[in-house]
């Protein structure tokens, strides 16, 4: 079957300088009859040529904008090839009318070159250097000049990884580019997808091949290169794996030049080869970062950006976005929306809007697309384009009360700063209460899971939502309360956990974790539309997060903790704006291990975890101090 697809779908493809052919097939019924198709190649300022496809209205009576989307996921439309990619045509903008293009970015797929994984800006390019800035300056620039009946004005999009270089299109921006909306965008590798505050997401290995061998034809993917666990336990799997190290065996590392790709057959080796070389925020991963760049963005470019308050891959990232085009640019036209969502969830069409077990309401995400995100292109891109938008500068989403709130700022003004002290009897208290220390014994055969039922995908992508009952009932998960509230209590902001630690070892995690433990009537339904089963005493966890504790005063410079020393560790939670009702309860659970979300850590110092022996894997005693306490922004 594929090889007649692969067949036909090669009978369409023309890759030609700059001239282009009309071929009827297109994914969409909707897009089938009212689009054409078109696959150009675009040359780059470096001569390098880029795969485009080009979905424009048959109704050629009046102009359209352009809404461009770059990705390294394939520009094949949905459904040609085994590529699952939802690349496809967004049908929503389509019936907006919109001249829809999607490329292959530089190395991918049907695109020449050599890729590269979060390309870093290159500042001051002589005339023939290229990066994403200027081949999407270069793309924009081709487009507006050769595609017909375009009214001049261009859109950028994407989720993920087109979120980031829909950042990247704001960034010395081509003229003609009016709009950018980043969504779910990566803005640095050490904070988004296989780090978090320098850990690294283990459950992420398998996305480490996701970019392997080139495939001439969008019909293959190297992100099932690996050994598919998804047959196995990933808990089972990675405890028995051990060491780091050991996983070294599923990468080619020998001959791969560590400063760059020679070609995209080496991309992953690479990759993994930047992951364990390079353990600490080092020259690596700030050149790949975004968030620097932001001072950038013209005030020509209008940006949306959106982000999913259960975003489990890239939640730092359209937050950091946002917050840095706000910071160096404060007279743009920036906004945000951050919705109930998981990792891209607003693009989808479900009626029944579900983050994991924990349903929220229906039509969210479809009303996000034609009431939000189609009134901002439309503004920008046909409209008068001046900043009475019509939408609010912050669109958020109060995850308790299940219900759009619109803001002048993010985070609110009337958000005030609050602390809460985490005391000996499990009690979470405004009030500073008799010193203690609380042990606990960090089993290192036997880590905390991260959720209850670690499915085996490359990537957990619905655990932010999960029960944490379970854990909450560990020993080595310490568990701190309030009482049951006798009335609503609104965090609107980020959050944080100021720890005062100690341990036995030279090492450590902390993890903590913010939970709205529902009552034992909870009217809550759950995904299943059911609110009496499972939402009962539900432990739905609202924000988590972990801090390597070597990086506790230096992601470029770690230490080592001074067994049995007490040490004051900053564990900085992102965003939330959730409502914890009366009759709930406001819990925190704090744990150093997180597995297999997070690679194991040794709790004896290394320099290089990547490199650890088994040997250096201890079992060790932590505490947690009394003193230590969690800052919220509070709503009064
Ligand atoms: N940022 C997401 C991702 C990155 C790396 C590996 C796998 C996924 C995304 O592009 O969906």
Not at 79 to 101: A, C, H
Not at 220 to 230: E, F, G, I, K
Request: proline fraction near 5%; include cysteine.
């Amino acid at each position: 079957f594929y090889a007649i697809l692969s067949f036909v779908f090669t009978g369409f493809l023309i890759s030609c300088e700059s001239t282009a052919k009309e071929t009827a097939r297109v994914p969409d019924t909707y897009v089938q009859d009212n689009y054409t198709k078109k696959e150009v190649t675009i040359t780059m300022r470096d001569g390098i040529k880029l795969h485009t496809v080009i979905y424009a209205p048959k109704d050629q009576s009046k102009t359209y904008p352009i809404l461009l989307q770059r990705t390294p996921y394939s520009c094949a439309p949905y459904g040609e090839g085994k590529m699952k990619t939802k690349i496809g045509p967004n049908t929503q903008l389509m019936k907006e009318g919109n001249i829809v293009v999607y490329q292959d970015v530089r190395g991918r797929w049907m695109s020449e070159g050599v890729y590269d994984n979060m390309r870093a800006y290159i500042p001051n390019k002589k005339p023939n250097q290229a990066d994403e800035t200027s081949d999407t300056y270069d793309t924009i620039d081709w487009l507006v000049k050769n595609v017909d009946n375009n009214n001049g004005r261009v859109g950028t999009w994407g989720i993920s990884y087109p979120g980031h270089y829909a950042t990247v299109s704001t960034i010395d921006a081509h003229p003609a580019l009016k709009a950018a909306s980043p969504q779910a965008s990566i803005a640095d590798f050490f904070f988004d997808d296989f780090h978090h505050n320098g850990a690294f997401l283990l459950s992420y290995f398998r996305a480490v091949s996701l970019f392997g061998a080139y495939k001439d034809s969008p019909t293959d993917t190297a992100w099932y290169s690996l050994p598919s666990m998804d047959t196995q336990d990933q808990y089972q799997f990675f405890l028995d794996a051990g060491p780091l190290k050991n996983l070294n065996k599923y990468f080619r590392n020998e001959n791969v030049d560590a400063k760059a790709p020679q070609n995209n057959d080496q991309i992953d080796d690479f990759f993994w080869k930047e992951i364990t070389e390079h353990p600490n925020y080092d020259e690596v991963w700030k050149s790949k970062g975004i968030i620097q760049h932001l001072d950038k963005v013209p005030s020509t470019v209008a940006t949306m950006v959106v982000g999913g308050e259960f975003d489990a891959e890239d939640l730092y990232g359209p937050l950091e976005t946002y917050k840095g085009i706000e910071k160096h640019n404060p007279n743009n036209y920036n906004t945000l929306v951050f919705g109930p969502w998981d990792h891209g969830g607003w693009s989808r069409s479900t009626v029944k809007n579900s983050v994991g077990n924990y349903y929220f309401g229906d039509s969210i995400s479809l009303k996000f697309q034609k009431e939000i995100e189609s009134k901002f292109f439309n503004h920008f891109l046909k409209g008068s384009g001046d900043k009475n938008s019509g939408l609010p500068e912050a669109y958020v989403y109060d995850s308790g009360r299940k219900g759009w709130k619109s803001y002048e700022t993010w985070p609110p003004k009337n958000a005030k700063k609050k602390s809460w002290y985490l005391s000996d009897d499990k009690e979470l208290t405004t009030t500073k209460k008799e010193y203690k220390g609380i042990k606990f014994i960090s089993d290192i055969k036997r880590p905390v899971p991260y959720s209850e039922d670690i499915k085996t995908v490359f990537t957990p992508r619905k655990y932010m939502t999960d029960d944490q009952r379970f854990a909450a009932r560990r020993p080595d998960v310490l568990v701190f309360e309030t009482d049951v509230l006798t009335e609503d209590l609104t965090l609107a902001g980020d959050i944080l956990a100021k720890l005062k630690v100690a341990t036995t070892g030279s090492a450590a995690d902390w993890i903590v974790k913010v939970i709205d433990v529902h009552p034992k009537d909870a009217k809550e339904n759950n995904k299943d539309m059911q609110n009496h089963l499972k939402m009962s005493n539900y432990h739905l966890m609202v924000r988590s997060e972990v801090m390597r504790g070597r990086f506790r005063n230096s992601f470029e410079k770690p230490e080592p903790f001074v067994p049995n020393q007490k040490t004051a560790v900053n564990v900085r939670l992102q965003d939330i704006f959730h409502t914890f009702k009366k009759g709930h309860k406001l819990q925190i659970q704090v744990q150093s291990t997180w597995f297999p979300l997070i690679d194991l850590n040794p709790q004896t110092y290394v320099d290089n975890i990547y490199k650890a022996d088994e040997k250096d894997f201890k079992t060790q005693t932590h505490t947690v101090f009394t003193d230590s306490s969690i800052e919220f922004f509070v709503i009064e």
